[in-house]
């Protein structure tokens, strides 16, 4: 999940700058054929795939769905929204996943996890708003950043479900069948779009973008959430997130973007806060 929230963290920071030169649901569309070739061959490679798969397929459409959902709205949002504010909001998806995970799974939240939480969702909400306390009683909060938390919602979702949903599956082919459900998705909503785009005609950063999108930020991210979400509570695999916005500004810098208002930090430093809290081990008791 560190190694998960370091490469999501890059496709808020290249995303940035393309976002406005190719649809959202062309690219994402695209983005998902990769990756499920990239994750089919991995799968294939170490045997996870299996006629297992082909039970119940409603599952792959209905968790592709979702995170096409996220990855559409995602990029709607980042067409006017800071890239660092946008990841700010991505932190509030723990707070939604403990309380899908409760819903789905009974998954509980200990007072100190509740705690811990409440701390992250602070720090989120001290970025977007920009560290002011006039735009925060004022809720002034930009558009971009509305339409992304609509993606957040359906990406804390993600999480109980594929726990609820996984019948014994590897990660990698489990992780192929939601690719393959979100790829069919995607090109029957986007159609148009990928027809409407002058693939040829786009720009080098929008190759390297969707190179990454696909490799970093899908393939490898999938099975990697996949893989943590069979193991750790839904509120913990979310944790991780926590750490986005410090990534997304260091990958900001080393593209060659300013360094972040100092107030602005205090927010990214708390939301890390809540991610050592997290991570605490419980103790009896909770």
């Known amino acids: 999940m560190l190694l998960f929230s ?41 045997g996870g795939l299996s006629r297992d798969l082909l039970r119940a397929p409603w599952r792959f459409a209905l968790l592709g769905g979702v995170f096409a959902v996220y990855f559409v709205l995602m990029f709607e949002g ?53 560290a002011s306390l006039a735009a925060f009683l004022a809720f002034d909060i930009g558009r971009g950043e509305a339409i992304f938390f609509v ?55 929008v190759w390297i973008t969707l190179g990454y999108l696909s490799v970093g930020a899908s393939a490898a991210t999938f099975v990697l959430l996949q893989t943590a979400t069979l193991r750790l509570p839904s509120a913990k695999v979310m944790a991780y ?15 060659g973007a300013a360094v972040p208002d100092p107030w602005v930090l205090v927010g990214v430093g708390l939301t890390c806060l809540a991610l050592v809290l997290l991570l605490k081990p419980e103790t009896p008791g909770g």
């Open 6 to 46: 370091a490469l999501v963290a890059g496709s808020f920071a290249l995303g940035g700058q393309i976002a406005n030169e190719i649809a959202p649901a062309a690219l994402n569309a695209v983005r998902f054929g990769i990756a499920g070739g990239v994750v089919g061959l991995v799968a294939w490679a170490t």
């Open 78 to 130: 980042l067409k006017t929204a800071d890239p660092v504010s946008t990841a700010a909001v991505f932190t509030l998806t723990p707070v939604m996943a403990a309380g899908f995970g409760w819903i789905l799974m009974r998954q509980v939240t200990t007072p100190r996890m509740a705690f811990a939480l409440s701390v992250g969702a602070a720090g989120a909400l001290w970025v977007i708003f920009d």
């Open 151 to 205: 993606g957040c919602v359906a990406h804390a979702l993600y999480a109980p479900m594929a726990r609820l949903l996984n019948r014994g599956e590897s990660a990698a082919g489990f992780t192929f069948g939601m690719l393959v459900g979100g790829c069919v998705l995607l090109f029957a909503y986007g159609w148009r779009d990928v027809q409407a785009t002058d693939w040829a005609s786009l720009r080098p950063l």
């Open 241 to 255: 997130t926590y750490l986005v916005p410090s990534w997304v500004i260091l990958w900001q810098i080393a593209l």
